[in-house]
């Protein structure tokens, strides 16, 4: 009986560790579009946004309406005399049917973490809210203050909720927003 009550509480601590480290940004929006067209303004928006490279595109599945993307956000700080680098993955998956799309960001996590002068590693910082800084560094192990790590997050979440309203900007545009192509005269057939 005394494993199974262990057993609960490890799994507990370990849900909300895991839940303290997970930004998520979701939407979920109507549109007038059919999937394939859903599906290749979605491309459109992946390479305005990261680049065309394969290697960040996890799943593409026309069929199905569902592309993942792997990406990372890196932020460098100034303090002192060092310059602070700090690299952020996440992955966003777009579902994608008739007339319908969800955007999803989530699994945020820091990747690595160093001061550039020669690369020193520091502590890595996940992802927080405001009021729950962590430790972010040690006598061993230099890092920034609590107050630079506060400012950094902020951009970081702003950056991320950037990405998803500007898929839902993007695809939501109305056809008037689209170039049309103009004739040059009165009487040519589109």
Not at 89 to 111: A, I, M, R, S
Not at 138 to 165: C, H, N
């Amino acid at each position: 009986m005394k494993r199974f009550y262990l057993f609960i509480l490890m799994s507990l601590l370990f849900h909300f560790a895991q839940a303290q480290k997970n930004f998520k940004w979701e939407r979920v929006d109507s549109t007038g579009k059919k999937l394939g067209e859903l599906y290749t303004d979605t491309k459109k928006f992946i390479a305005d946004t990261w680049g065309t490279s394969d290697k960040i595109i996890q799943k593409d599945d026309k069929e199905a309406g569902v592309i993942a993307v792997n990406y990372s956000i890196v932020r460098k700080l100034n303090y002192l005399t060092d310059e602070y680098v700090y690299s952020y993955q996440y992955t966003v998956t777009f579902k994608l049917k008739d007339n319908q799309f969800k955007c999803t960001l989530d699994h945020v996590f820091c990747e690595f973490a160093y001061i550039t002068n020669g690369k020193t590693p520091i502590v890595k910082i996940e992802p927080f809210d405001e009021d729950k800084c962590p430790e972010t560094g040690t006598a061993k192990s230099p890092g920034l203050p609590k107050v630079k790590a506060i400012q950094m997050m902020k951009f970081i979440k702003q950056e991320l909720q950037g990405v998803v309203d500007s898929y839902g900007q993007s695809i939501n545009k109305k056809i008037d927003d689209k170039p049309v192509k103009k004739k040059r005269y009165a009487d040519e057939e589109e």
